[in-house]
Every structure is written in C-alpha cells, then in structure tokens.
C-alpha cells in the first residue's frame, strides 16, 4: 500500500490549483439518473470515490465517458463527464458497491422520483460516526414512498411515482438534503424542505437541477421549494471550487508559512473558516485569480472553534485546523458538533509530539514549540490530511500510511504541494 514520506520544514510559497469540490460533484453525478438525456459535469476532480461513483451509476445503466486531455491542458485541471441515464436497468444499489461510501446512498431519491422503485443497500464510508440515514427514510416517506429494510437494504416503492409534500428534518443533513431534493423535482406537485442544508454544495445542486429544468427556490437558505416537473433534460454544469481543499492548504501555509496563491478558490464558500485563520494569524485576500494566503513571521495564535452546519465551521476541516493549533502559542478548543466520533486524528496527532486532551467532544489542544516526525496512520479522509500539515513543519521524516483515505477526496495532493516546496513524495510499495 502506497505512503507518503514527508520532510518538515519547508515553508511553502507558490501555486496551488484548486479542484472542483468532491462533494458537490458526487450528487451531480447521481443526479444524472433523473434523465434519460446527457448531463455534462466540467470541473469534475480526479478522486477515488469519482471513479468508485461511476462504476455504481453504470450499475444502474449509465453511461459515462470522460473527455481526454487537450493540448495546453494544466496537468491538475478537472475533467469532463458526460453522463446518460438513458434507461435505468437496474433499480438495486449492491451492498458491495453502495458499502465503500455513504453518499452512493443518495441514488434512492432519483431511483424513486424516475422509476418508482429502489433497492440500495444501507450505506458505508468514513467511520467517523454512527451515520444512521432516518432522515432519509422519513423524508421520502413523506413523498408518498412505502420504504420497509430487508437483509440490509432499503426496499422502496412508489406507484403512481412520488407526490410533493413537507419535509422538515430534525436536524441539518447535507446527504438528506441533497436526496429529498433530487427526488422533489419529478414529484407531482409542490414540495418544501425546511431545516435544509444551507452547503454550497446544495447550492450548486440545486442550480444544476434547474438547469436541467426543475423549478426550485431558495437554495442557500434553510427553506427550499421545489415544483415537481414532468421530466428534466440535458445540461452541462461546472462544479464549484474545493471550499475543503481550499481551507486545508490554506492552514498548511499558515502552519508552514510562506505565500500561496490557491488559484480558483473562492472566500465566499468558506467565510467563517477564513476568519478563524485570520484571528490564528494567516493573511487572507481574494483576488481574481484565487485566494492569497500568507502566515508571515508571527507565530500561530490560539482559536477556539466548533464545529457547525454552513455557513459555521466545517466539520470537514476540524482536524486539519486541529494540526495547526498544535503548534499555536498558547491553547485553544475544538467542539466537534456533527459527528460523535470525528477525532481519530488525536491519537496520530499525538504521536508527532502533540499534546491533546479529549473530553468528549471537545479537544484542548496545549500549543507546542516543534513537532517531531514519526509513522502514522491515515484513519479517514480528512483525519489524514492533517497529519499531512503536521509533517511539513515536524522535524525529520513523517511516513503517513493508509494513504487510500487521501485518494478519496485530494487530487494530487503531493504534487500540489511539492510544486510550492515542501518535500513530500509518495513512496509506492
Ligand atoms: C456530508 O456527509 C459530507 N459528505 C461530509 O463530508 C460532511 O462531513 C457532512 O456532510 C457534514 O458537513 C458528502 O458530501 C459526500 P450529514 P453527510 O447527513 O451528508 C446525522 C468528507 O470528509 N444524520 O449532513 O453524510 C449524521 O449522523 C465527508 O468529505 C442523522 O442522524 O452528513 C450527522 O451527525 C465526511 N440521520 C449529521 O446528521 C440521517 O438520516 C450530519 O450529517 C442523516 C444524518
């Protein structure tokens, strides 16, 4: 299995392209099933759970192909999906697909809307918490959909197809979300989602469905109305930047130091975790071009974070936050509100000299003044990228294994960050 070596101590100073965001593309990709014309995704980054998406999405009878590379192309620029849902063969999503991650689970809400019927197997993905999908059940039951678990599966039917309703979850999900919406736009009638994910990823759903005809208001707030069409059609949409790329190289830099341009980037996805580094000590600055970010001379400063639902701070960039203020000057704390069991990273973390306290979901991180390398160990997603930004500024070798959680949802990851000077490389074995 493939590591990642690493030498601390290099500031990092130059260009990072930024990826199109792995989380709004992958209910992008599942919207395809809602038509049997082409939808067509630009800016669709190169990651594992893209590739792992395709293969459940051709189970059910898509076809996909990828544009191939162009003369001039930048080596990390995203690539192009065309996808056809022109008939849907399957209606079952198998436990040995649907297993390897939570967000193919979301194929229920189209499989429903289109064809009235679905089989997807409870979901995996990240251990970071017990993950139940209630809200999914409860939320397409209220489309009209007659939802019973057999052996392991949702069995879902619908006839006479799925009928607009109100649907109020009882907490922010941003899967649930995404779900009731795709499956609100074919019902008859109207349908409101209330306590909805306020995510850009939703945002950008949402537009995309509408491009593809679906009549949908509110997108971006916590109330969203949707009228049910009859049928969707083709378009060709480009995904919004990385706000979760862009947050973790951004509290690289401020943890290396040096000057990076994070090209394509926008601040306006990711305002409260900008803030949260500006008061750490980071300078921060859109420009056409991207987000500048900059940590000159001072040291880190303490922050206190927790973690919420958009616009909040991101769960997804609790651990890499946490990996700077290891080596802030003074001490800071980390709630972590969404999911119960996301701190995996602090026993890693600790292992490269961190000194963290845990009682239950709040960490009391106690600044330290050098991080020393050592082998750890990737335990989900982003757990293990911020063992990455440890290592590039931990004295000596960090060997990071288990590498494949990176692969699911960092393009390139050592490139990116060789290209602005850190000595990091991928050792394949
Ligand atoms: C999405 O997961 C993201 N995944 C996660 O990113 C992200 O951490 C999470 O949203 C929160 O922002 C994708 O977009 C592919 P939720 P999702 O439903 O939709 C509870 C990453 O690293 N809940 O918003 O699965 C749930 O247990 C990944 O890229 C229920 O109780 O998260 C959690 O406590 C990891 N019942 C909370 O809601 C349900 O039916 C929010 O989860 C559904 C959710």
């Known amino acids: ?10 500031e990092l100073n130059g260009t990072i392209s930024i990826s199109g965001a792995k989380n709004a593309a992958l209910p992008l990709m599942i919207a395809s099933l809602l038509t049997d014309e082409t939808l067509t995704l630009e800016n669709v980054p190169r990651l594992r759970d893209v590739a792992q998406l ?24 995203g690539q192009t999906l065309h996808l056809t849902a022109g008939e849907i063969v399957d209606t079952t999503a198998p436990y040995e697909l649907v297993s390897k991650m939570r967000a193919s689970f ?16 409870l979901p995996g993905g990240c251990a970071i918490g017990t993950r139940p999908v209630d809200f999914f059940i409860d939320g397409l039951r209220a489309l009209g959909a007659d939802l019973d678990i057999d052996k392991g599966y949702i069995v879902g039917s619908c006839k006479g197809g799925l009928k607009g309703a109100r649907v109020n979850f009882p907490k922010v999900s941003v899967g649930a979300t995404h779900t009731v919406l795709m499956a609100a736009t074919l019902a008859k009638g109207e349908t409101v989602i209330e306590n909805a994910a306020r995510e850009p990823e939703v945002v950008d759903l949402a537009n995309c469905l509408k491009g593809m005809g679906a009549i949908i208001e509110g997108a ?5 109305h949707v009228q049910g069409v009859d049928r969707l059609h083709a378009y060709r949409h480009a995904v919004i930047p990385d706000r979760i790329e862009t947050g973790t190289y951004a509290m690289a830099v401020a943890m290396t130091g040096g000057k990076v341009l994070l090209e394509g ?12 580094l500006r008061g ?21 400063k303490p922050v206190d974070i927790s973690t919420e639902p958009f616009p909040g701070f991101p769960t997804d960039l609790q651990a890499q936050f946490m990996a700077l203020m290891t080596k802030a000057q003074g001490t800071s704390r980390i709630t972590e509100n969404i999911f119960e069991n ?55 070798e960090t060997t990071v294994s288990r590498v494949y959680h990176l692969d699911r949802g960092f393009e390139r990851l050592e490139d990116k960050l060789s290209r602005c000077g850190a000595q990091i490389e991928r050792i394949s074995a």
């Open 1 to 10: 299995m493939d590591k990642i070596r690493i030498v601390g101590g290099n």
């Open 54 to 77: 395709t293969q459940i999405l051709s189970n059910h009878g898509v076809d996909y192909s990828v544009d191939g590379k162009r003369a001039g192309d930048d080596s990390l620029k």
């Open 106 to 121: 979301w194929v229920i809400g189209p499989l429903l809307a289109r064809m009235h019927q679905a089989q997807v197997s």
């Open 220 to 224: 971006g707030t916590d109330t969203i």
């Open 265 to 276: 980037a926008r601040a306006d996805l990711l305002d409260s975790a900008i803030e949260t």
């Open 280 to 300: 750490a000590g980071a300078e921060i600055t859109q420009t056409p071009e991207g987000l500048l970010v900059a940590r000159n001379g001072n040291g880190i």
């Open 342 to 396: 996301r701190f995996m990273h602090v026993q890693e973390l600790a292992r490269l000299g961190a000194k963290i306290q845990l009682d239950g979901q709040v960490a009391t991180i106690e600044g330290v003044s050098e991080l020393h390398g050592a082998q750890v160990m990737a335990t989900d997603l982003r757990a293990s990228v911020s063992l990455v930004i440890a290592g590039l500024v931990a004295q000596g």
